[in-house]
T-cell receptor, first 112, second 113 residues
Framework: QQPVQSPQAVILREGEDAVINCSSS?????VHWYRQKHGEAPVFLMI?????EQKGHEKISASFNEKKQQSSLYLTASQLSYSGTYFC?????????????FGTGTRLQVFP | NAGVTQTPKFQVLKTGQSMTLQCAQD?????MSWYRQDPGMGLRLIHY???????DQGEVPNGYNVSRSTTEDFPLRLLSAAPSQTSVYFC????????????FGNGTRLTVT
């Protein structure tokens, strides 16, 4: 089943923070996060494996709650370059033998 | 290092025509997949493969065929195109380790009239 992302859209001023959530109805092995700009292919941000880890990438970090089958992406002190659509992708099984299914995306717009 | 290469970039078909979208990767990735992207629908998985000779259906497989005769290539075939197949198609691959990211091709914009 397709993971559910919320919110569907976010509008921010530069410097503001945002949280994007991703939840699944099935047990997960991993959660992927990607950002896509208009007319381009999605670009990898980070992967979180089961174990409840939290990862960070500059001012973008994420958490993964394996028991709740949920992940959240945290964008702090947003920059204009953060604008785009964010997708979470989920894998079940052992990760290397199961398919990667994406959510419907969260559109983020950052204004000066 | 080319990564994931998709051809063509653009294609216009008439209803009922057939065509093959090509996808090749040079990273020796076992996992390859095809997604279609429509406004508001996100990236929906069409077919995927975990290795040469192995393919499986994704979320929206109807109207599409795939084969995986080599590790490098994963073509997507539309046997009889329909207007509902108008979309942007992405091919993607990843390695077999659990923490391997998905590498996307640049996409093919297909219009069926």
């Amino acid at each position: 089943q397709q993971p559910v992302q919320s919110p569907q859209a976010v509008i921010l001023r530069e410097g503001e923070d945002a949280v994007i959530n991703c939840s699944s109805s099935k047990a997960l092995y991993s959660v992927h996060w990607y950002r896509q700009k208009h007319g381009e292919a999605p670009v990898f941000l980070m992967i979180l494996l089961k174990g409840g880890e939290q990862k960070g990438h500059e001012k973008i970090s994420a958490s993964f709650n394996e028991k709740k089958q949920q992940s959240s992406l945290y964008l702090t002190a947003s920059q204009l370059s953060y604008s785009g659509t964010y997708f979470c992708g989920t894998e079940g099984g052992s990760g290397n033998t199961d398919k990667l299914i994406f959510g419907t995306g969260t559109r983020l717009q950052v204004f000066p | 290092n080319a990564g994931v290469t998709q051809t063509p970039k653009f294609q216009v078909l008439k209803t009922g025509q057939s065509m093959t979208l090509q996808c090749a990767q040079d990273m020796n990735h076992e996992y390859m997949s095809w997604y279609r992207q429509d406004p508001g629908m996100g990236l929906r998985l069409i077919h995927y493969s975990v290795g040469a000779g192995i393919t499986d259906q994704g979320e929206v497989p109807n109207g599409y065929n795939v084969s995986r005769s080599t590790t490098e290539d994963f073509p997507l075939r539309l046997l009889s195109a329909a207007p509902s197949q108008t979309s942007v198609y992405f091919c993607a691959s990843k390695g077999s380790r659990g923490n391997s990211p998905l590498h996307f091709g640049n996409g093919t914009r297909l219009t069926v009239t």
